[in-house]
């Protein structure tokens, strides 16, 4: 096992950092490695607004649900999906394209775009001893998001994401094991197998959780996701993304 593969076995969120803002350097090269991750056809359909005013964090923060970490880390970095740089290319080429990047399909490039260029950040910053959480929150008031970073239409705020110097190690999540997530040749239509599996995982899952709470949280996997997705939740979102010029058709 290389190195490489070591520091994405490693993995964990880590949600407590030192007081310590990343160097310039760190900043550039967590960047820089985001770029190099795969884009479609080379459309780069995303940005990263780096946030270090300490206002601003809080402010973030806040809107995400009162998330400390949000506040206080090393340096915080907001994905957006982006296709708002290309209006300004289509305006120099004097090309209408609004119809085709306002389709469903140009919106989930540039949400895939965006995310693929994060988990190389994400690797590149736990790679030189790092530590990262990923802040979905930020869609809770995304509206609200949008203002404070004065995003233009084409420019929708997905996920910001924490780095910094780990104050405290934590636990790692366990995973599905791999024969619940890969699947060869075709997706299994034996719903008792999966059940079976399921019932395997919550055992890990529950049993994870009361080693950590020394027997106070034991609830498993298919009892938290069934919590979860019980009520929808952010529903706004579709139509402040179709405000913002996307999935128009």
Known sequence: MNQTIETILNHRSIRNFKDQALTE???IQIVEAAQMASTSSYIQAYSIIGIENKETKAKLAELSGNQPYVEKNGHFFVFCADLYRHTIAA??????IKPAIETTEKFMVAVIDASLAAQNAAIASESIGLGMCYIGGLRNEIEKVSELLQLPNYVI???GMAVGVPDAETDQKPRFPV???YYKESYPTDRQAIMKDLVTYNQTISAYYSDRTNGERKD???EQMTRMLSTPRRTQIKDF??????LKS
């Open 25 to 27: 350097e760190q900043v």
């Open 91 to 96: 305006d120099m080429e004097k090309t209408d």
């Open 157 to 159: 705020p997905l996920f």
């Open 179 to 181: 024969e619940s997530i």
């Open 220 to 222: 498993s996997w298919t």
């Open 241 to 246: 993304v179709q405000g913002k010029g996307f």
